[in-house]
């Protein structure tokens, strides 16, 4: 598949900080779930009125914003066919939430409260409960036939995707693990999302349709913050699943035990994990060198874009940087990072920071606070979120510029499904209709009432007579005459000006 | 259609980074700009540290997700 779609979903972090140290201990006497519903209720009130086009749970972008389990603020980017775009989007995402956070915090301070929401951006809290950051690349049934030849590949590309994190004071562990989510998977398939989860996620929320493309869900990732560890773990991603696709002989190295290895990789970076038969052992490093050989085999026969490219090249220097990079895993140091890594990849930026304060002498290695250093790292906020002050002192690398990130939080992908829905969703934001973003694949138009109003959800045979159903199914449509043509003849019928959003499709 | 034993790691001809096609925009280690800017992280880590305090680790507990 040469037109790879793919999307992200992130799931939120939100802490109400008390702006007084003396109502502190006012706000634990709620339940724990309470609070955050209150957290997110805030979020969706200060949606409601932010003026954003929004049709149910969909953005005038084409993403999704939406409350998921455990009260989770979750955003999931619109599909994107490129991974600059991908990345684009899903930064945008970040700063839609951060935005909404920033206006639920008004409405507190209106209404006299003494706290105020703060927002991050990981996969752990400092109890131990994860949430997630999941991925959705759509294949060929073919490859999800083979999917089990990207495992291998899951497992070890946490050496440059990793978010890094802080271990607790759990003796005989180490004190830093270069992925939050590998203690969390159990398994290597599941159709869990919670307690038994796997590398890959086989719930079908939608209708597998016979012989279409499928959606490969992703659960073993962590929530990146760089743009170029985002970038490499989506366009990695997707570079293998076309050779799974394309060839029909290939052999990697298959890995004896995968979730164990997920979780020595995490502690050991460098230490060998086991293959089949257990003959022989390989490095995350060494795996992710077989795949990337493997692509510049296939790629001598066939044509790559330029994004590809770009890919492989990102991927092979990064491989370099990690096999010269130098780390004391028992002690969680640095020693040397001679490719500048940490300029690029989270879980080493996150180890070069700690280092720096270790290196004052202030802190030992399984001092508490470095852990508070370690969800700093990952708050949404210019103003206390050590990764964005990272950013804003221009010590790490950049992909985008802010004038993409600002376009995608209002722009859909051109060449998606998205730019339909989005459209939609914008055009038809001030016209006489309901419009209802069902899921991803159906949008409902219900024509209004002759007076400007909507038609009550209670009058359903009205409804349904003033509908129009837009169906969605293939990701990669963006461009339908017959779609222009049903809106013209719903415009027409029903008596509602559609010409804003015709004249645009 | 994997296997363990036939599988070498192979020597791979380096491709030229990102960073060897454009000159770097990163000031070198010497740079007092960059000193600068190391001393401005510093001092916000110090902050955050101080700011922060270790309460705020009860604090942050969220219901599990997915």
Sequence with gaps: MKTRVFGTEIEYALVFSSTSKSDRSSLDTRPLLERMEDMSSLLAEALKSSGRPVAGQFLGNGGRYYVDRGAHPEYATPECSSVRQLVAHEKAGDRIVRELVRDADRITALQGRPERLRLFKNNVDAWGNTYGSHENYLITPRAMERIGLIIPFLVTRQVFAGAGKVVANGAGDVPFQVTQRADFIERVYSDRTRETRGIINLRKRELPRYGQNLRLHILVGDANLSEHAIALKVGTTALVLRLIEETTDICVPGLDAPVDALKTVSRFPNRPVKLVGGKRSYTAVDVQTIYLEKLLNFFQNQERSAEEDTILRWWSSTLDGLTKLKLSEEDGLLLDDPGDLHRRLDWVLKLWLLNRVRASGRLGARDSRLRLLDISYHELDPETGLFERCESLGLVDRLLEEADICRAMHEPPRDTRAWLRGMIIQCLANANVDVDVRNWELIRIVAGTEDGTNLHPFKKLSRTLNRLDIKLEDPLLSDDASIVERLNAFSQTCSVDLSGLTEVL | ?66
């Design chain 2, 1 to 66: 259609m994997s296997e363990s034993h036939r599988t070498q790691i192979p020597k791979r001809k380096r491709l030229r980074t990102p960073e060897e096609e454009t000159p770097s925009s990163s000031p070198s280690a010497s740079d007092p700009k960059r000193d600068q800017k190391l001393k401005e992280l510093d001092e916000f880590m110090e902050s955050v540290l101080e700011k922060a305090g270790e309460e705020f680790l009860e604090e942050f507990k969220q219901v599990e997700g997915e």
